[in-house]
């Protein structure tokens, strides 16, 4: 039998990594397509039930000078990501459960890129969720600022890394069990959707809300997106949005690469 | 290709401190096929763990393919070949992407990927799984696929985590072959763990025992059980002969044993060669009035050497 001859081992990079493991990630929809189809039509149901109540609220559909979708649009868009980001680590249990995971641990992928990769993978459906509602929002009065909506989608974007990381490190923690997984993610991202603002407004709630807000990253986030979407880019609010996702980001992929390089599994 | 010294690995559990791993000393050599033989819980997926960088140990150092796995376990890991113990292939993939992607992950590019693919679609009978999902293949299905895809970069070494455990002995058979025509073709040094004594016994050029965490032998089989159990010679005599034959029978070997049998009482000594010794026995025991009325000659398998090594047999520990 003839000796098969491979080229020597190949020099990888960070970049090609996190390529192939979102590839990888990203073939369980292709091959799956009508997944993707529910997660498009979540976020449509939410801003088609949700959005009216608002415009109740704010009386003549006016709130902070805009028109409520306006203000509200950029809030969906970062409810979804958190809620597919922070779902990252749920298909790492399963691989991690089966085996696959510690098998592609063997390999010699970049541990951030198993992290980046996968939460990047979360984030794909996203741009087309976005891009969806913000058209189905245009004859409803909503103003699109194409280039403004892209910055806001690629702070969102490394924000959300950063919470698939943390989603990722949680998985590992929470190997044993499922349920702990759930109930953790379930505990931790409802207080911080509500504490950012990002459904109903918080200048209108009580002093401490307010208070604790400030300590919530993901306040930052949202009130950056709502400059954004609302087509201004002179704003120190965006600044504050991005110094927001950065550090999200480097504390997640930190507490990441620590976990699975202690993970005994 | 290996070199390990005092490596250990502890597990704390709760307040529980489990010694997983007490200290192994290891060298093997580029083209050697070792099986690590030891019951359940010996510690050998802890060593392989250890060797290809997925846990870090306790203590004690290993150097694999000439590189500190402490120091650059990316170098070691883009180096080696590994498949545990549970299924490597995701579940919800297809066979063919998962094969290619794997070799993404290391390097590969998309042509080598698939040219490298294909040759072990072929060896590895899994041609005609190729579109099918994963989790719709049978167990030995499964385990030829992890197999595949720690194959696909073509490492120098390879280490293989229990390759047959829960196989059905043609499963196994068949999956031997496959190992063995793959080690021809893609000249590698290989490790594997297996708690069959058969396996280690037929596949393995060289056995290393673990119990408790720690090497209690190494060496080819031959060599341990000619060194740690040797040939047995047994005959049958009926009750009225048993001491004529007890005493003729201490003078031909050492180890004398007897336990009663249907037809009498069974008589057992170690001899060398024990079936060359087994017709000069059998005359002097005529010789002697001895009436014969069953005699067996028994070579050795590694659960003597393991019960001789541990008064305990490894079959024991199967369930
Ligand atoms: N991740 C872990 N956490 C705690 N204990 C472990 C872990 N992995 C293995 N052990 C324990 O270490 C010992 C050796 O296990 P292992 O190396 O899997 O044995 P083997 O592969 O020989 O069956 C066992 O007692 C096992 O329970
Ligand atoms: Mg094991």
């Known amino acids: 039998m003839a000796v098969l001859t491979l080229p020597a081992p190949a020099r990888t990079n960070v970049v090609t990594d996190v390529g192939h493991v979102w590839w990888r990630e990203t073939l369980t929809i292709l091959r799956d397509p009508f997944s993707l189809i529910f997660s498009l039509l979540q976020p449509l149901v939410f801003l088609g039930l949700f959005g009216p109540l ?105 924000f959300g890394v950063g919470v698939g990381a943390l989603s990722y490190a949680l998985a590992i923690a929470a190997r044993k069990s499922e349920w702990i997984f759930w109930a953790v993610q379930q505990a931790l991202l409802f207080p911080l959707l509500i504490l950012s603002g990002m459904m109903l407004p918080l200048e209108t709630g009580p002093g401490w809300m307010q208070v604790v807000s400030k300590f919530n990253p993901l306040t930052y986030i949202v009130d950056a997106e709502r400059v ?23 504390i997640g992929l930190w507490v990441g690469i620590r976990s699975i390089r202690r993970a005994t599994l | 290709m290996i070199h390990t010294e005092s490596l250990a690995r502890t597990f704390t559990v709760g307040k529980e401190r489990i010694e997983a791993v007490r200290g192994i000393d290891l060298d093997v050599a580029e083209g050697e096929l070792v099986a690590f033989l030891g019951p359940n819980g010996a510690g050998k997926s802890t060593t392989l763990r250890m060797l290809t960088s997925l846990l870090p140990p306790t203590s004690g150092s290993a150097s694999v393919a000439g590189i500190d796995v402490l120091a650059r376990p990316a170098e070691v890991r883009r180096r080696i070949g590994y498949i545990g113990q549970k299924d490597g292939a995701g579940h919800n993939y297809r066979v063919w992407d998962e094969l290619l992607m794997q070799g993404r992950f290391y390097g590969m590019s998309k042509a080598d990927a698939a040219e490298s ?102 060496d080819t089989a031959e ?5 740690q159990a040797g040939d047995r010679l047994t005959v049958v005599v009926r009750p009225a002969d048993a001491a004529a034959a007890r005493t003729l029978l201490g003078t031909e070997g050492s180890e004398l044993s007897e336990r009663p049998d249907d037809d009498g009482t069974a008589l057992s000594i170690r001899v060398d060669a024990a079936s060359h010794a087994m017709p000069g026995v059998l005359a002097r025991l005529r010789d002697a009035g001895v009436d014969v009325v069953a005699a067996a000659a028994r070579r050795p398998t590694l659960d003597d050497v393991f019960l001789n090594l541990t008064g305990r047999s490894l079959r024991e520990g199967e369930s």
């Open chain 2, 223 to 227: 060599t341990l059980k000619a060194k």
């Open chain 2, 117 to 218: 693919g294909e040759e072990l679609l072929r060896t590895l009978d899994l041609d005609a799984l190729r579109m099918r999902k994963v989790s719709s293949l049978s167990g030995g299905q499964k385990r030829r696929l992890d197999i595949a895809l720690g194959l696909i970069h073509a490492p120098g070494l390879l280490f293989l985590d229990e390759p047959s455990t829960g196989m059905d002995p043609q499963n196994r058979a068949n999956l031997w072959e496959h190992i063995m025509r793959i080690r021809e073709q893609r000249v590698t040094t290989i490790v594997l763990t297996t708690h069959y004594l058969d396996e280690a016994d037929a596949m393995a050029e060289r056995v290393v025992i673990i119990d408790h965490g720690t090497i209690i032998a190494d």
């Open chain 1, 228 to 250: 954004l979407f609302a087509g201004s880019f002179g704003d120190v609010t965006i600044l504050r949005g991005l110094v927001a996702a950065l550090v999200t980001a480097a």
């Open chain 1, 54 to 158: 608002l415009s109740g609220l704010a009386g003549n559909g006016e709130l902070f000078g805009g028109s409520s979708l306006q203000w509200f649009l950029p809030g969906v868009v970062v409810m979804i990501t958190m809620f597919g980001t922070s779902m990252t680590g749920s298909t790492l249990q399963f691989e991690i459960m089966t085996g696959a995971f510690e098998r592609i641990l063997a390999t010699p992928l970049s541990r951030s890129a198993l992290m980046i990769g996968r939460a990047l993978k979360e984030l794909t459906p996203l741009v087309v969720q976005a891009a969806i509602i913000t058209l189905v929002a245009i004859p409803f009065g909503f103003v699109l600022y194409p280039l403004h909506v892209l910055v806001g989608l690629l702070i969102l974007g490394v």
